[in-house]
Protein backbone atom coordinates (compact mmCIF):
# COMPACT_ATOMS: atom_id res chain seq x y z
CA UNK A 1 0.00 0.00 0.00
CA UNK A 2 1.73 3.15 -1.23
CA UNK A 3 1.34 6.40 0.73
CA UNK A 4 -1.16 8.19 -1.31
CA UNK A 5 -3.61 5.42 -1.10
CA UNK A 6 -2.70 5.62 2.82
CA UNK A 7 -3.51 9.54 2.70
CA UNK A 8 -6.69 8.84 1.10
CA UNK A 9 -8.38 6.23 3.30
CA UNK A 10 -6.76 8.59 6.30
CA UNK A 11 -8.94 11.19 5.47
CA UNK A 12 -12.38 9.51 4.29
CA UNK A 13 -12.37 7.70 7.72
CA UNK A 14 -11.59 10.84 9.50
CA UNK A 15 -14.22 12.64 7.49
CA UNK A 16 -16.86 9.84 8.17
CA UNK A 17 -16.46 10.07 12.09
CA UNK A 18 -16.61 13.71 11.99
CA UNK A 19 -20.12 13.64 9.87
CA UNK A 20 -20.93 11.10 12.36
CA UNK A 21 -20.22 13.07 15.46
CA UNK A 22 -21.89 16.30 14.70
CA UNK A 23 -24.99 13.82 13.05
CA UNK A 24 -25.40 12.07 17.09
CA UNK A 25 -25.01 15.75 18.73
CA UNK A 26 -28.05 17.63 16.47
CA UNK A 27 -31.48 16.89 17.22
CA UNK A 28 -33.52 14.76 14.67
CA UNK A 29 -35.73 16.95 12.53
CA UNK A 30 -39.55 16.36 12.89
CA UNK A 31 -40.84 14.73 9.27
CA UNK A 32 -44.16 16.21 8.76
CA UNK A 33 -44.61 14.28 5.25
CA UNK A 34 -48.57 13.24 5.45
CA UNK A 35 -47.62 8.92 4.90
CA UNK A 36 -50.68 7.53 6.44
CA UNK A 37 -48.21 4.68 6.93
CA UNK A 38 -49.24 2.24 9.56
CA UNK A 39 -46.16 1.64 11.48
CA UNK A 40 -44.99 5.41 11.08
CA UNK A 41 -44.44 7.42 14.50
CA UNK A 42 -44.01 10.18 12.50
CA UNK A 43 -46.71 13.28 13.39
CA UNK A 44 -49.14 12.12 9.98
CA UNK A 45 -48.39 8.37 10.40
CA UNK A 46 -50.75 5.73 11.99
CA UNK A 47 -48.58 4.17 14.46
CA UNK A 48 -51.42 5.06 17.41
CA UNK A 49 -54.52 4.08 15.44
CA UNK A 50 -52.71 0.81 14.20
CA UNK A 51 -52.61 -0.04 18.17
CA UNK A 52 -55.40 1.28 19.24
CA UNK A 53 -57.66 0.00 16.68
CA UNK A 54 -58.31 -3.02 18.67
CA UNK A 55 -59.87 -0.82 21.80
CA UNK A 56 -62.01 1.52 19.69
CA UNK A 57 -63.71 -1.56 17.89
CA UNK A 58 -65.17 -4.53 19.60
CA UNK A 59 -65.75 -6.65 17.24
CA UNK A 60 -63.35 -8.95 14.98
CA UNK A 61 -60.74 -6.51 13.09
CA UNK A 62 -59.01 -8.14 9.91
CA UNK A 63 -56.27 -6.41 8.02
CA UNK A 64 -56.45 -6.67 4.60
CA UNK A 65 -52.69 -7.36 2.88
CA UNK A 66 -54.43 -7.83 -0.63
CA UNK A 67 -56.35 -5.56 -3.11
CA UNK A 68 -60.08 -5.36 -1.83
CA UNK A 69 -61.16 -7.29 -4.97
CA UNK A 70 -58.95 -9.96 -4.33
CA UNK A 71 -60.53 -10.29 -0.79
CA UNK A 72 -63.84 -10.15 -1.07
CA UNK A 73 -63.95 -11.76 -4.57
CA UNK A 74 -62.70 -14.75 -2.49
CA UNK A 75 -65.56 -14.71 -0.09
CA UNK A 76 -68.38 -14.49 -2.90
CA UNK A 77 -70.98 -17.34 -3.50
CA UNK A 78 -71.04 -17.15 -7.22
CA UNK A 79 -73.16 -20.84 -6.76
CA UNK A 80 -75.85 -18.61 -5.54
CA UNK A 81 -75.44 -15.12 -6.07
CA UNK A 82 -78.70 -14.54 -3.87
CA UNK A 83 -76.95 -15.75 -0.65
CA UNK A 84 -74.05 -12.97 -2.08
CA UNK A 85 -70.85 -12.71 0.03
CA UNK A 86 -70.34 -14.89 3.42
CA UNK A 87 -69.10 -12.22 5.05
CA UNK A 88 -70.32 -9.53 6.43
CA UNK A 89 -69.53 -6.43 8.22
CA UNK A 90 -67.38 -2.61 7.08
CA UNK A 91 -64.96 -1.88 5.41
CA UNK A 92 -62.24 0.78 6.54
CA UNK A 93 -59.65 2.41 4.30
CA UNK A 94 -57.90 6.16 5.35
CA UNK A 95 -55.02 7.65 3.40
CA UNK A 96 -53.86 11.11 2.22
CA UNK A 97 -55.66 10.71 -1.14
CA UNK A 98 -57.72 7.87 -2.83
CA UNK A 99 -55.62 5.40 -4.40
CA UNK A 100 -58.10 2.19 -4.61
CA UNK A 101 -57.57 0.75 -8.31
CA UNK A 102 -61.38 1.14 -9.71
CA UNK A 103 -62.06 -3.04 -9.61
CA UNK A 104 -61.43 -2.84 -5.88
CA UNK A 105 -63.88 0.26 -5.82
CA UNK A 106 -66.65 -1.88 -7.90
CA UNK A 107 -66.07 -5.11 -5.21
CA UNK A 108 -66.71 -2.52 -2.69
CA UNK A 109 -69.60 -0.73 -3.45
CA UNK A 110 -70.97 -4.43 -4.70
CA UNK A 111 -70.06 -5.60 -0.63
CA UNK A 112 -71.74 -2.26 0.41
CA UNK A 113 -74.95 -3.02 -2.03
CA UNK A 114 -75.70 -6.09 0.24
CA UNK A 115 -76.09 -4.23 3.28
CA UNK A 116 -72.41 -3.49 4.77
CA UNK A 117 -70.43 -0.36 5.10
CA UNK A 118 -67.85 1.57 3.93
CA UNK A 119 -65.95 4.04 5.21
CA UNK A 120 -63.16 5.95 3.63
CA UNK A 121 -61.37 9.03 4.87
CA UNK A 122 -59.34 10.96 2.06
CA UNK A 123 -58.56 14.19 1.26
CA UNK A 124 -60.01 13.52 -2.44
CA UNK A 125 -61.25 10.74 -4.41
CA UNK A 126 -61.78 10.13 -8.19
CA UNK A 127 -64.31 10.62 -10.65
CA UNK A 128 -65.88 7.51 -10.78
CA UNK A 129 -66.95 7.20 -7.43
CA UNK A 130 -68.39 10.42 -7.27
CA UNK A 131 -70.45 9.38 -10.50
CA UNK A 132 -71.62 6.01 -8.92
CA UNK A 133 -72.46 7.89 -5.79
CA UNK A 134 -73.01 11.44 -6.91
CA UNK A 135 -71.43 14.19 -5.09
CA UNK A 136 -68.44 15.92 -5.95
CA UNK A 137 -66.00 18.30 -3.78
CA UNK A 138 -63.42 21.26 -4.02
CA UNK A 139 -61.20 22.91 -1.48
CA UNK A 140 -62.44 26.26 -0.42
CA UNK A 141 -60.17 26.91 2.58
CA UNK A 142 -56.67 27.57 2.88
CA UNK A 143 -55.90 29.03 6.19
CA UNK A 144 -54.03 27.08 9.14
CA UNK A 145 -56.47 26.70 11.46
CA UNK A 146 -59.96 24.80 10.46
CA UNK A 147 -63.13 24.62 12.51
CA UNK A 148 -65.06 21.42 12.45
CA UNK A 149 -68.38 20.02 13.80
CA UNK A 150 -70.03 16.82 14.00
CA UNK A 151 -73.27 15.48 14.53
CA UNK A 152 -73.36 13.90 18.28
CA UNK A 153 -75.91 11.65 19.58
CA UNK A 154 -78.44 14.42 20.74
CA UNK A 155 -78.39 15.86 17.06
CA UNK A 156 -76.42 18.34 18.47
CA UNK A 157 -73.42 19.58 16.35
CA UNK A 158 -69.76 19.97 18.40
CA UNK A 159 -67.38 22.31 17.32
CA UNK A 160 -63.79 21.18 16.97
CA UNK A 161 -60.56 23.12 15.89
CA UNK A 162 -57.41 21.62 13.78
CA UNK A 163 -54.07 23.94 12.37
CA UNK A 164 -51.45 21.62 11.55
CA UNK A 165 -52.08 19.32 8.43
CA UNK A 166 -55.78 19.98 7.95
CA UNK A 167 -57.18 21.10 4.86
CA UNK A 168 -60.34 22.96 3.38
CA UNK A 169 -61.92 20.23 1.25
CA UNK A 170 -65.67 20.19 1.48
CA UNK A 171 -68.51 18.56 -0.28
CA UNK A 172 -70.17 21.02 -2.85
CA UNK A 173 -73.02 19.06 -4.07
CA UNK A 174 -74.39 15.48 -3.40
CA UNK A 175 -77.87 13.22 -3.30
CA UNK A 176 -79.73 15.11 -0.98
CA UNK A 177 -82.58 11.71 -1.49
CA UNK A 178 -80.05 9.90 -0.37
CA UNK A 179 -77.17 11.35 1.84
CA UNK A 180 -76.93 12.74 5.27
CA UNK A 181 -74.49 15.28 6.61
CA UNK A 182 -72.73 14.54 9.62
CA UNK A 183 -69.80 16.94 10.06
CA UNK A 184 -69.17 20.45 8.41
CA UNK A 185 -65.93 22.41 8.33
CA UNK A 186 -67.14 26.17 9.49
CA UNK A 187 -66.18 29.12 7.99
CA UNK A 188 -67.53 32.31 8.71
CA UNK A 189 -70.22 30.61 10.49
CA UNK A 190 -71.07 29.09 6.81
CA UNK A 191 -71.04 25.21 7.30
CA UNK A 192 -69.76 23.43 4.09
CA UNK A 193 -70.31 19.23 4.40
CA UNK A 194 -67.00 17.21 5.16
CA UNK A 195 -68.54 13.72 6.72
CA UNK A 196 -71.30 12.33 4.94
CA UNK A 197 -72.72 9.55 4.77
CA UNK A 198 -74.40 8.05 1.31
CA UNK A 199 -77.25 5.44 1.47
CA UNK A 200 -76.09 2.67 -1.43
CA UNK A 201 -78.66 -0.55 -2.05
CA UNK A 202 -78.86 -1.78 1.30
CA UNK A 203 -76.22 -0.49 2.63
CA UNK A 204 -74.16 3.03 3.17
CA UNK A 205 -70.97 4.95 2.06
CA UNK A 206 -69.11 6.95 4.86
CA UNK A 207 -66.93 9.95 3.01
CA UNK A 208 -64.93 11.62 5.26
CA UNK A 209 -62.49 14.45 3.80
CA UNK A 210 -60.02 15.04 6.86
CA UNK A 211 -57.50 12.23 7.25
CA UNK A 212 -55.62 13.64 9.21
CA UNK A 213 -57.87 13.47 11.89
CA UNK A 214 -56.63 9.99 12.88
CA UNK A 215 -52.79 10.78 12.38
CA UNK A 216 -50.34 10.25 15.70
CA UNK A 217 -50.73 13.87 16.20
CA UNK A 218 -54.29 14.81 16.78
CA UNK A 219 -54.45 11.67 18.47
CA UNK A 220 -52.19 12.79 21.48
CA UNK A 221 -54.56 15.80 22.00
CA UNK A 222 -57.16 14.75 24.09
CA UNK A 223 -60.12 17.18 22.07
CA UNK A 224 -59.26 15.97 18.50
CA UNK A 225 -59.34 12.50 19.70
CA UNK A 226 -62.77 12.85 21.01
CA UNK A 227 -63.36 14.09 17.44
CA UNK A 228 -62.27 10.85 15.87
CA UNK A 229 -63.71 9.16 18.35
CA UNK A 230 -67.32 10.40 16.92
CA UNK A 231 -66.17 9.79 13.75
CA UNK A 232 -65.77 6.47 14.14
CA UNK A 233 -68.89 5.94 16.30
CA UNK A 234 -70.99 6.15 13.05
CA UNK A 235 -69.52 2.85 12.08
CA UNK A 236 -72.11 -0.03 12.54
CA UNK A 237 -71.15 -2.63 14.64
CA UNK A 238 -69.51 -5.80 13.09
CA UNK A 239 -66.01 -7.10 11.91
CA UNK A 240 -64.05 -4.46 10.44
CA UNK A 241 -61.68 -5.15 7.24
CA UNK A 242 -59.06 -3.15 7.61
CA UNK A 243 -56.92 -2.04 4.26
CA UNK A 244 -53.64 0.28 5.34
CA UNK A 245 -53.40 1.74 1.18
CA UNK A 246 -49.48 1.88 2.14
CA UNK A 247 -49.10 -1.98 3.25
CA UNK A 248 -48.02 -2.76 6.91
CA UNK A 249 -44.52 -3.33 6.34
CA UNK A 250 -43.96 0.11 4.31
CA UNK A 251 -42.21 1.65 7.25
CA UNK A 252 -40.11 -1.36 7.97
CA UNK A 253 -36.53 -1.54 5.17
CA UNK A 254 -35.17 -4.96 5.09
CA UNK A 255 -32.07 -3.45 3.71
CA UNK A 256 -29.36 -4.36 6.08
CA UNK A 257 -27.67 -0.55 5.91
CA UNK A 258 -31.26 0.41 6.91
CA UNK A 259 -29.85 2.08 10.75
CA UNK A 260 -27.42 4.18 8.37
CA UNK A 261 -29.84 4.88 5.46
CA UNK A 262 -32.42 6.19 8.52
CA UNK A 263 -30.00 8.25 10.09
CA UNK A 264 -29.24 11.34 7.85
CA UNK A 265 -25.36 12.16 8.62
CA UNK A 266 -25.04 8.26 8.23
CA UNK A 267 -26.74 8.65 5.08
CA UNK A 268 -24.91 11.32 3.69
CA UNK A 269 -21.61 9.65 4.75
CA UNK A 270 -22.28 6.46 3.12
CA UNK A 271 -22.75 8.05 -0.17
CA UNK A 272 -19.77 10.67 -0.08
CA UNK A 273 -18.00 7.25 0.75
CA UNK A 274 -19.29 5.40 -2.23
CA UNK A 275 -18.48 8.37 -4.50
CA UNK A 276 -15.30 8.58 -3.32
CA UNK A 277 -14.27 5.37 -4.06
CA UNK A 278 -16.02 5.73 -7.50
CA UNK A 279 -13.47 8.38 -8.25
CA UNK A 280 -10.54 6.86 -6.52
CA UNK A 281 -11.06 3.08 -8.60
CA UNK A 282 -11.77 5.46 -12.16
CA UNK A 283 -8.54 7.62 -11.62
CA UNK A 284 -6.22 4.38 -10.37
CA UNK A 285 -7.68 2.77 -13.43
CA UNK A 286 -7.02 5.37 -15.51
CA UNK A 287 -3.08 5.57 -14.64
CA UNK A 288 -2.52 1.92 -14.62
CA UNK A 289 -4.77 1.13 -17.73
CA UNK A 290 -2.43 -0.98 -20.16
CA UNK A 291 -2.16 0.11 -23.40
CA UNK A 292 -4.45 -1.12 -25.84
CA UNK A 293 -3.48 -3.37 -28.96
CA UNK A 294 -4.76 -1.37 -32.52
CA UNK A 295 -5.94 -4.34 -34.80
CA UNK A 296 -6.02 -3.74 -38.12
CA UNK A 297 -9.50 -4.67 -39.35
CA UNK A 298 -10.54 -7.60 -41.72
CA UNK A 299 -9.57 -6.48 -45.71
CA UNK A 300 -12.76 -6.98 -47.98
CA UNK A 301 -12.70 -9.61 -50.06
CA UNK A 302 -15.88 -9.59 -52.08
CA UNK A 303 -14.52 -7.58 -55.22
CA UNK A 304 -12.33 -10.82 -55.52
CA UNK A 305 -14.53 -12.75 -54.71
CA UNK A 306 -16.44 -12.03 -56.96
CA UNK A 307 -14.52 -11.77 -59.43
CA UNK A 308 -13.37 -15.33 -58.91
CA UNK A 309 -17.03 -16.64 -59.48
CA UNK A 310 -17.57 -14.79 -62.45
CA UNK A 311 -14.38 -16.03 -64.02
CA UNK A 312 -15.71 -19.61 -63.36
CA UNK A 313 -18.83 -19.36 -65.06
CA UNK A 314 -17.17 -17.56 -68.27
CA UNK A 315 -14.30 -20.49 -68.43
CA UNK A 316 -17.11 -22.93 -68.66
CA UNK A 317 -18.47 -20.63 -70.93
CA UNK A 318 -22.16 -21.13 -69.46
CA UNK A 319 -23.14 -17.36 -70.92
CA UNK A 320 -26.57 -17.74 -70.46
CA UNK A 321 -26.36 -17.70 -66.05
CA UNK A 322 -23.98 -14.61 -66.87
CA UNK A 323 -26.19 -13.40 -68.69
CA UNK A 324 -29.05 -14.09 -65.97
CA UNK A 325 -26.80 -13.57 -63.20
CA UNK A 326 -25.71 -9.70 -64.80
CA UNK A 327 -29.48 -8.66 -65.42
CA UNK A 328 -30.90 -9.70 -61.95
CA UNK A 329 -27.79 -7.80 -60.55
CA UNK A 330 -29.35 -4.81 -62.94
CA UNK A 331 -32.74 -4.84 -61.91
CA UNK A 332 -32.37 -5.02 -58.34
CA UNK A 333 -30.07 -1.64 -58.31
CA UNK A 334 -32.79 -0.16 -59.97
CA UNK A 335 -35.23 -1.33 -57.45
CA UNK A 336 -32.68 -0.49 -54.61
CA UNK A 337 -31.35 3.22 -55.59
CA UNK A 338 -34.21 4.49 -57.67
CA UNK A 339 -37.29 2.54 -56.50
CA UNK A 340 -38.92 1.11 -59.08
CA UNK A 341 -40.91 -1.62 -59.80
CA UNK A 342 -39.21 -4.29 -62.10
CA UNK A 343 -42.00 -6.54 -62.56
CA UNK A 344 -43.02 -4.84 -66.09
CA UNK A 345 -40.34 -4.05 -68.46
CA UNK A 346 -42.22 -1.73 -71.13
CA UNK A 347 -41.69 1.66 -72.76
CA UNK A 348 -42.84 2.63 -69.44
CA UNK A 349 -40.64 1.34 -67.52
CA UNK A 350 -37.87 2.78 -69.83
CA UNK A 351 -39.27 6.41 -69.57
CA UNK A 352 -39.19 6.44 -66.03
CA UNK A 353 -35.77 5.27 -65.77
CA UNK A 354 -34.61 7.16 -68.22
CA UNK A 355 -36.08 10.24 -66.13
CA UNK A 356 -34.61 8.86 -62.63
CA UNK A 357 -31.07 8.27 -64.38
CA UNK A 358 -30.71 10.72 -66.88
CA UNK A 359 -28.93 8.12 -69.07
CA UNK A 360 -29.89 8.21 -72.93
CA UNK A 361 -33.88 6.62 -73.57
CA UNK A 362 -32.27 4.41 -76.44
CA UNK A 363 -29.46 2.87 -74.19
CA UNK A 364 -32.07 1.96 -71.81
CA UNK A 365 -34.48 0.27 -74.49
CA UNK A 366 -31.34 -1.21 -75.97
CA UNK A 367 -30.46 -2.82 -72.41
CA UNK A 368 -34.40 -3.80 -71.52
CA UNK A 369 -34.34 -5.34 -75.40
CA UNK A 370 -31.58 -7.72 -74.59
CA UNK A 371 -32.66 -8.58 -71.07
CA UNK A 372 -35.68 -9.78 -72.82
CA UNK A 373 -34.43 -11.76 -75.41
CA UNK A 374 -31.87 -13.56 -73.13
CA UNK A 375 -35.03 -14.48 -71.19
CA UNK A 376 -37.02 -15.63 -74.57
CA UNK A 377 -34.11 -17.78 -76.07
CA UNK A 378 -31.92 -19.08 -73.71
CA UNK A 379 -29.49 -19.62 -76.22
CA UNK A 380 -27.16 -16.59 -75.85
CA UNK A 381 -23.43 -16.62 -77.12
CA UNK A 382 -20.14 -14.44 -75.45
CA UNK A 383 -20.76 -11.73 -78.22
CA UNK A 384 -24.65 -11.14 -76.56
CA UNK A 385 -22.70 -11.19 -73.07
CA UNK A 386 -20.65 -8.69 -74.22
CA UNK A 387 -23.19 -6.29 -75.43
CA UNK A 388 -25.43 -6.51 -72.38
CA UNK A 389 -22.70 -6.09 -70.01
CA UNK A 390 -21.52 -2.64 -72.01
CA UNK A 391 -25.25 -1.76 -72.16
CA UNK A 392 -25.30 -2.13 -68.39
CA UNK A 393 -22.02 -0.79 -67.42
CA UNK A 394 -22.84 2.67 -69.09
CA UNK A 395 -26.29 3.14 -67.37
CA UNK A 396 -25.44 2.31 -63.79
CA UNK A 397 -21.80 4.41 -63.85
CA UNK A 398 -22.72 7.62 -62.10
CA UNK A 399 -23.64 10.69 -64.21
CA UNK A 400 -20.65 12.85 -64.30
CA UNK A 401 -21.31 16.55 -62.94
Not at 181 to 188: A, I, Q, R, S, T
Request: charged letters at 20%; one cysteine or more.
Amino acid sequence: MNKSLKIYIFILVLLFAVITWVDSNRPKPIDWTENFESYSKTPFGLFIFNQEKEALFKDSIYTLNESPFEFFDAHYNYEDEDEGYSISGNFMAIDENYTIDPTSSNEILTFVDQGNTAFLSMKTFPKYLKDSLRFDLQNIYFQDNISMNIKGKSNSFQEYTFSTGAHGYAFVSYDTLNTQVLGNLKLENTLYPNFIQINYGKGQVLLHLQPVAFTNYYLLKKNNYSYTESVLSYIPKGNLYWYPNKRLNSGISNSPLRFILNQPGLRWAWYLFLISMLFFMIFRAKRTQRIIPILKPLPNTTVEFIKTIGNLYYQEGNHNTMMEKKSIFFLEKIRQEYGLDTQKLDTDFCQKLHNKTGKDLELIEKAIHLIKKHRQTQNNSEADLIELNSVIEKIIEPTKK
